[in-house]
């Protein structure tokens, strides 16, 4: 099957956050030790997975264009800026290792470009593509990263997966707003107060997500908290003035860099799949059975 497209429809850019997806397929499916593989022992879990969370937001929301974003390796500008920065990571699985590629190889079996930027993380790339072609088309983010919502925008949806297939919360400037009480710029700052776990920089010691909140809903950003510190609490004030370089720091690493050196031109994402290479990666990676549910 070849998509037309039709000139009057809407132009919509869909960008994938491969690591968030591919990670989320492999989990969701190497959890109960049953792990699919290839005839030869080569492990295609977490692509098959991959393609059903991603075939699923193709049906929902219509991408007339699609990328696809990469991590490239460890090293980032923030881990420059902070050794510590996601080294409590545990090691990649070994059955998910080969299979970075694998679904890769899908992606290009699409006509999908795979975009990456050295010393930059998915993320940046996909602020960075949001960024970019926002004025010519509406950007839909699918990701399972919350820190992806200070890119939300009037012109860039941010859908996060939430468990099950289909099951989206689905992030505009207003939602946003009447959920959390916060504009994308505030996500920045809520995580600068409160640091992150997950990538292992620690914010102000001793101010968590529910402090942040009220501090920065009350204060609208870090600028206006320092401004009025002598009437916070005394023990609230204590922690940030005994914290500011890491409260500094931390927000400079929850910030997305939208002006990363991406080469990724608009008519290259055109979604347009052919049967013939569709066909054959799924045949390579002996999953016939993905090629009907593609509609191919």
């Known amino acids: 099957m070849e998509v037309q497209l039709n000139d009057k429809k809407e132009q919509r850019l869909l960008l ?9 397929a492999y989990f969701a499916t190497a959890y109960g030790g049953s792990i699919r593989r290839m005839k030869d022992g080569t492990p295609t879990n977490a692509v098959y997975g991959f393609m059903r969370y991603f075939w699923d937001a193709v049906e929902r929301f219509e991408p007339t264009h699609i990328a696809c974003c990469w991590d490239l390796g460890s090293k980032t500008f923030r881990s420059e800026q902070f050794t510590a920065y996601k080294a409590n990571r545990p090691d990649c699985p070994e059955d998910l290792v080969p299979q970075f590629q694998l679904i890769r190889d899908v992606m290009d079996g699409f006509g999908i470009p795979n975009i990456s930027a050295e010393g930059f993380e998915a993320d940046d790339c996909i602020g960075t593509l949001s960024r970019l072609f926002r004025d010519d088309m509406h950007v839909y983010v699918l990701t399972g990263d919350h820190d992806m919502l200070q890119l939300v925008h009037e012109r860039t949806t941010v859908v996060i997966m939430k468990k099950g297939h289909g099951n989206y919360a689905v992030y505009s ?3 946003l707003m009447e959920e959390r009480q ?4 505030q996500v920045v700052d809520v995580k600068g ?14 101010i968590g997500e529910k402090t942040a909140h009220k501090l920065i809903q009350q204060y609208q950003s870090i600028e206006g908290i320092l401004e009025n510190l002598p009437e916070l609490a005394k023990g609230v004030r204590t922690k940030i003035e005994s914290d500011l370089e890491m409260l500094h720091l931390s927000r400079q690493l929850a910030r997305i860099n939208c002006d990363v050196p991406v080469e990724c031109q608009m008519d290259v994402c055109v979604f347009a799949p052919e049967r013939e290479s569709v066909s054959a990666i799924f045949e390579r990676l002996e999953m016939k059975s993905m090629i009907s549910y593609v509609g191919m």
């Open 16 to 24: 994938v956050d491969g690591m968030a997806l591919l990670f989320r």
């Open 173 to 175: 400037p207003l939602s």
């Open 182 to 185: 916060l504009t994308p710029e």
């Open 193 to 206: 107060l409160m640091g992150d776990t997950a990538d292992n920089y620690p914010g102000v010691k001793g």
